[in-house]
T-cell receptor, first 115, second 115 residues
Framework: AQSVTQLGSHVSVSEGALVLLRCNYS??????LFWYVQYPNQGLQLLLK??????LVKGINGFEAEFKKSETSFHLTKPSAHMSDAAEYFC?????????????FGKGTKLSVIP | EPEVTQTPSHQVTQMGQEVILRCVPI?????FYWYRQILGQKVEFLVS????????KSEIFDDQFSVERPDGSNFTLKIRSTKLEDSAMYFC?????????????FGPGTRLTVL
């Protein structure tokens, strides 16, 4: 069974500082990996995903994530935080081998950006 | 931009009552999902639906739950006799169905409170 761990339920950064949100997964085969963001009163929106190919994936709003198989990680980064980045971020995986469409999510990390 | 919509945004019900949560997926999408998030916990997969039948379901999705696509646009989740532990945010999602790496698009959620 797959699982996703997001370290830190709440992360605070100053505006302009580096954003680093951590995600580790447990899976018997390399999964497909996703980061979603949820702004208040909105649905989960896809930021980026890794399926195959280049392990550094760029997404919307200046975010990127790197798939590191040896570390079973898919950490999300952004060089310079904006106030508009304040939201909750969810890491998710999908089993690449089972033909299953379901996403398995982490608990989420709430990002606060301090002016 | 097309989006998944859900109604109502909040639902309060008494224990033992039936509730129906409604979703309108993106119009050309073929796969539909329900997920839920109990406060402070992970987003959990409940069920997926394709070609007018359930394609996958989790252990959570027991006989108290049912899904239906009553017409060409709506996708509903029915909880037959609600329990206190059904209190959660319920998310509907849909994807086009071109492959397992398809992006799932999520609605804003319905917050269900069972008293």
């Amino acid at each position: 069974a797959q699982s996703v761990t997001q370290l830190g339920s709440h992360v605070s950064v100053s505006e302009g500082a580096l954003v680093l949100l951590r995600c580790n997964y447990s899976s018997s085969v390399p999964p497909y990996l996703f980061w979603y963001v949820q702004y208040p009163n909105q649905g989960l929106q896809l930021l980026l995903k890794y399926t195959t190919g280049a392990t550094l994936v760029k997404g919307i709003n200046g975010f990127e994530a790197e798939f590191k198989k040896s570390e079973t990680s898919f950490h999300l980064t952004k060089p310079s935080a904006h106030m508009s980045d304040a939201a909750e971020y969810f890491c998710a995986v999908k089993d690449s081998g089972a033909g299953s469409y379901q996403l398995t999510f982490g608990k989420g990390t709430k990002l606060s950006v301090i002016p | 931009e097309p989006e998944v919509t859900q109604t109502p945004s909040h639902q309060v019900t008494q224990m033992g009552q039936e509730v129906i949560l409604r979703c309108v997926p993106i119009s050309n999408h073929l796969y539909f999902y329900w997920y839920r998030q109990i406060l402070g916990q992970k987003v959990e997969f409940l069920v997926s639906f394709y070609n007018n039948e359930i394609s996958e379901k989790s252990e959570i999705f027991d006989d108290q739950f049912s899904v239906e696509r009553p017409d060409g646009s709506n996708f509903t989740l029915k909880i037959r006799s609600t329990k206190l532990e059904d209190s959660a945010m319920y998310f509907c999602a849909s994807n086009l169905g071109t492959g397992i790496t398809d992006t799932q698009y999520f609605g804003p959620g319905t917050r269900l409170t069972v008293l």
